[in-house]
């Protein structure tokens, strides 16, 4: 890891993962024979925690990864080559780091990396991509969960959303220009064989939806960007480690969720990605961060509080309007330290508390007559 940092537990070793990973140690444990007195140990493990405790074993396992921190060394260094070192795209890395220039970020800069993730609404099998995050999950049975980054589709060329999944994979693949293609590059051949040249790099694997595939590059430039003509495109080393994990038939699922909610050890986090012209003016300036371009509290307050459910009372509402605002692409927590010890004694009746948290929401949506939000 960079600078010292330390290693995140249970992660298999780079050259076996491509990715950020987290590991799914219960999917290892064997449960036979001693599950009903296993299940009973843990039930009256819950009744004696508090119920702080029981929050947390109950609501975690939403992220994937940690954050960490980098310190530049060269002045020959950028973004490009921190961000394929640590498994990130180029606009993720900016986002996170805004004000530093990508191509000079001169020397002793430090950096937030963004390694942390929150996984996307969506089953939790297979492949999964965000478009929104510009990034892939994958889900092993026996290895745990993985996360590369991507490019994907430019304006008039958006990778579609849907569910597919994987009908055939071919390693070293031609490339058969489509209509598009051909129209914009007379130049280039109908086929172009394997090589340098084909922009599939070494392995592609199709999708049942026709003319889509997830593929390599030979521009690792342009991952973590939207500079594709719908493809998704990955680093080589990451869709070679892919491409020998996923069989034919693995099932694809593609989202865009500019907003992702999770939770883990007993906290709520928001992960807010910019928006898609944001992005495309972060690639035309190469600056960051871009243009505000603030998500209205009320247009997510409804789905917030459902998934702080109980805890609802515990969300730190300036904090979700700021990360609402920033879109600096990583999680944030939202949830207030746990008062539950205190509440233990107090006289404050259940209703007046959650009449408070109404009080509070109304509040954090109100919109004063000058405009400005608080």
């Known amino acids: 890891m960079r600078n010292g940092a330390f290693e995140m537990p249970f992660i298999l070793p780079k050259s076996k993962r491509g990715g950020i990973t987290a590991a799914m140690t219960l999917s290892r444990i064997s449960w036979r024979a001693p599950t009903r007195w296993l299940a009973l140990a843990v039930f009256c493990l819950l009744l004696l925690a508090g119920p702080a405790d029981v929050r947390a074993a109950v609501k975690t396992g939403d992220l994937i990864g940690e954050m960490h921190d980098y310190t530049t060394w060269s002045e020959s260094e950028d973004l490009l080559d921190i961000a394929r070192g640590d498994e990130l795209g180029l606009i993720e890395l900016m986002v996170a780091n805004p004000g530093i220039d990508p191509w000079l970020p001169s020397r002793g800069v430090h950096l937030t990396l963004p390694t942390m993730h929150i996984l996307p609404d969506a089953p939790r099998k297979g492949i999964v991509i965000n ?17 590369y980054p991507l490019g994907v589709g430019r304006d008039g060329y958006l990778t579609p959303t849907g569910t597919t999944k994987i009908v055939r994979k071919k390693d070293h693949p031609s490339w058969y220009l489509t209509a598009s293609e051909i129209r914009d590059h007379p130049e280039l051949p109908r086929v172009v064989p394997p090589g340098e040249d084909n922009p599939l790099g070494e392995y592609a ?89 603030p998500i209205p509290l009320a247009q997510e307050a409804d789905r917030i509080i459902a998934k702080a459910g109980e805890d609802a009372e515990r969300l730190d509402w300036p904090a979700i309007e700021r990360a609402l605002a920033d879109r600096q692409g990583y999680p944030v927590r939202i949830t207030q330290a746990s008062n539950a010890n205190a509440s233990a004694g107090s006289d404050t009746p259940v209703g007046e508390e959650a009449a408070g948290a109404e009080a509070g929401v109304a509040e954090a949506v109100t919109t004063r007559a000058d405009g400005t939000q608080h």
């Open 131 to 147: 478009t929104a995050d510009l990034r892939l999950y994958y889900y092993d049975a026996e290895d745990g969960y993985f996360s």
């Open 205 to 293: 694997l199709y999708l049942g939806w026709p003319s889509y595939l997830i593929h390599g590059t030979n521009t690792p430039w342009g991952i973590g960007r939207r500079t594709s003509r719908g493809c998704i495109r990955m680093y080589p080393e990451d869709i070679e480690w892919l491409f020998g994990k996923v069989p034919v038939g693995t099932p694809v699922t593609v989202v865009n969720q500019p907003v992702k909610l999770g939770w883990k050890d007993g906290e709520l986090y928001v992960e807010v990605q910019p928006s898609t012209q944001q992005v495309d003016t972060m690639e035309e300036t190469s600056k960051s961060p871009p243009p505000p371009d």
